[in-house]
C-alpha cells in the first residue's frame, strides 16, 4: 500500500508512545520503529517523490486557478466550487462502481460486475531482478505485459493474463483477453479442479515460456473434498474498465459489447468508467503491492513471475497465458456502421448500456456521468452500433 509523499514513520512515534503509555507498554525508539515496519508492516511504503502517478488533469487545473485568485473573493470561491463538483462526480463514479461490486458478490446468479485493468509493462519485463549488475543488466528483456481482473463473486475471482508484445495491445486484444475471461467463468473454478495451463504451450515459443509453470500449482488452495461445477453467466454484466480510447472506449469494444446482447449471452451490458485521473481502485491497489514485491526478490522466468502474483494474497489470482489474439476487427468488418453512419462522440461518455430493443435490435444508450437521471440517445430510442 502507497502512503502519502508527506507521511513520516518517525512523526508516527508521539502518537504510538502516547497509546502505549495508555496501556502500561514501553516507549518505543526510532530504531525499533524500523524493525517492527520492516517484519510487520513490509506491504506499506511511502510514495516516492517524482514518481509517475497519474494525477488528474482537471484537478490541477482548478487547484492552480484558485490559487492564483485572491482568497475569499469570488473568483477563487467560482474555482473551489467547480473543485468539489468535479470531485463529487469522480466519488460517485468510484461509489457506484462499490455498490455494483456488492450486488455481483451478494448476488451472483442476477449479475456479474468485473474490474479490468493493465498494468504498465515496464515493471514486468523477464526476468526480473531486485539490483541490477552490469552483466545481467546488459541481457534483453521479454517484454511482458499484464492484465489484471476481478470477477466479484465469481468462479476464481481473480485472474491475470500475461501476454508478449508480439501482439498490439488495442481493441483486439481487450476482446481476446475478456472472451477468456468469460469462458473462466462458465467452467469449473480451476482453483477446484487445478488445471491451470490446460491447452497451453500451442507453440514451441511458448512451451519454453512455460517451462516449470507446474510450481504455480502449489499457489492454489487446497482441493475441496467436493469439487465445484460450472455455473451459467448470469443475464446482466457489468464491466468497469480504463479509460484508455485506444483500448477501451471506441467502436469496436463497443461493438463487442453489443454483439454479447445480440446472441443473448447477456440480456443487458453496461460499462461503466471512472473520471480520467481518478480511476485508482481494487486492481491497481494490487498491482501496487504486487509491483513492491517485484523490487524486493528476483523472478528469473515468467511461471516464478506468475506464482508471485497468485501467492500476493489470500485469494491467489488465476494466470493465463495469451497465445494467440484473434482479429475482431475483421470479424467486425461490414456488419458495423461505417463512412457517414460511423459512430461519434461516444469518448465523452463514463456509462454506455447495450440491450435489445423491442424488435430485437441490439441498441446503446449512454449517460455523460452517472449522476445523470435519463438514458440518452437518439430521440430517446437507443443507438445502432
Request: net charge positive; charged share 25%.
Amino acid at each position: 500500500m502507497i502512503l502519502l509523499a508527506t507521511f513520516q514513520w518517525k512523526d508516527q512515534i508521539p502518537k504510538i508512545n502516547e497509546v502505549n503509555t495508555a496501556f502500561g507498554l514501553r516507549e518505543v525508539s526510532s530504531s525499533n520503529l524500523s524493525k517492527i515496519r520492516a517484519s510487520r508492516f513490509p506491504e506499506f511504503d511511502v510514495k516516492r517523490p517524482g514518481d509517475n502517478f497519474a494525477r488528474c488533469g482537471t484537478c490541477d487545473k482548478y487547484k492552480e486557478l484558485r490559487k492564483d485568485a485572491i482568497g475569499g473573493f469570488e473568483q477563487a470561491m467560482k474555482w473551489t466550487r467547480k473543485l468539489e463538483k468535479h470531485l463529487g462526480i469522480a466519488r460517485a463514479h468510484r461509489e457506484y462502481y462499490y455498490a455494483k461490486r456488492y450486488y455481483s458478490q451478494t448476488y451472483p446468479d442476477e449479475c456479474v460486475t468485473i474490474m479490468h485493468d493493465k498494468m504498465d509493462h515496464a515493471k514486468t519485463a523477464s526476468p526480473i531482478f531486485s539490483h541490477k549488475n552490469k552483466e545481467l543488466d546488459a541481457l534483453v528483456k521479454l517484454p511482458v505485459s499484464v492484465t489484471g481482473m476481478i470477477a466479484h463473486g465469481h468462479s476464481d475471482v481473480r485472474y491475470a493474463h500475461y501476454g508478449l508484445d508480439i501482439f498490439p495491445h488495442d481493441s483486439n486484444y481487450t476482446i481476446e483477453s475478456m472472451t477468456k475471461l468469460l469462458r473462466d467463468l462458465e467452467e469449473p473454478p480451476k482453483s477446484s479442479f487445478r488445471e491451470l495451463f490446460l491447452g497451453s504451450g500451442s507453440t514451441a515459443l511458448f512451451r519454453s515460456i512455460l517451462k516449470g509453470a507446474e510450481m504455480c500449482k502449489t499457489s492454489l488452495d487446497p482441493q475441496p473434498e467436493r469439487l465445484v461445477g460450472a455455473t451459467p453467466l448470469p443475464p446482466i454484466l457489468n464491466v468497469q474498465m480504463d479509460n484508455a480510447i485506444g483500448e477501451d472506449k471506441n467502436r469496436y469494444i463497443f461493438a463487442f459489447w453489443s454483439l454479447l446482447v445480440a446472441k443473448r449471452i447477456f440480456r443487458e451490458v453496461y460499462v461503466n468508467f471512472m473520471i480520467v485521473g481518478h480511476t485508482h481502485d481494487d486492481i491497481d491497489a494490487l498491482f501496487g503491492r504486487w509491483s513492491m514485491l517485484l523490487k524486493k526478490e528476483n523472478f528469473p522466468t515468467i511461471p516464478a513471475l506468475m506464482k508471485s502474483f497468485m501467492d500476493m494474497e489470500s485469494i491467489p489470482t488465476i494466470p493465463h497465458l495469451i497465445e494467440e489474439v484473434p482479429d475482431f476487427k475483421i470479424f467486425i468488418l461490414g456488419s458495423i456502421l461505417d463512412k457517414s453512419e460511423v459512430l461519434i462522440g461516444h469518448t465523452k461518455p463514463q456509462q454506455v448500456k447495450f440491450y435489445l430493443d423491442a424488435t430485437g435490435c441490439p441498441k446503446m444508450k449512454y449517460k455523460l456521468f452517472c449522476t445523470d437521471v435519463e438514458w440518452l440517445g437518439e430521440k430517446g430510442a437507443g443507438i445502432k452500433i
